[in-house]
């Protein structure tokens, strides 16, 4: 019988959140409009709550985006600096990358045109299941 108690008390032990949980749950949790939410605990059936986890989310999705493109622009200006032009033929290599440029911008814009569609039909078809009961 001591050995069941014994196990029982070693699983039930307090749990401790890891220091990453601890400094990320210390971000301030913003609504969409940048203003702060009062009450930012754990409750993952609000949506204000899931609304600022997705903000605080898209924060290193937008400073990679930003790094992309100030790499796209360093890049560029690099291929046309023709300072040091020595017989080197720099045109191939100008339009090739401007067309990867002009395919990365489609693609990004695809991506959001998207999720727009995915968003739009997801409303949709939530809607028509909430009217089939």
């Not at 220091?19 to 009062?38: D, E, G, K, S, Y």
């Not at 493109?69 to 040091?84: A, H, P, V």
């Amino acid at each position: 019988m001591s050995r069941v108690t014994n196990v029982m008390t070693q699983s039930q032990q307090e749990y401790r959140p890891s220091i990453w949980a601890v400094l990320l749950h210390q971000v301030p949790h913003v609504n969409i409009t940048f203003h702060r939410i009062h009450d930012d605990s754990f409750r993952p059936e609000s949506e204000l709550y899931l609304e600022s986890l997705g903000i605080i989310g898209s924060v290193p999705a937008a400073w990679l985006i930003l790094t992309l493109i100030l790499l796209l622009i360093y890049l560029l200006t690099r291929c046309c600096d023709t300072k040091n032009n020595k017989k080197r033929k720099s045109r191939p290599v100008r339009c090739c990358l401007s067309f990867f440029s002009l395919v990365c911008i489609a693609a990004l814009g695809a991506g959001f045109w998207g999720n727009h569609v995915v968003h739009t039909e997801t409303d949709k078809f939530v809607q028509a299941t909430q009217q089939m009961s």
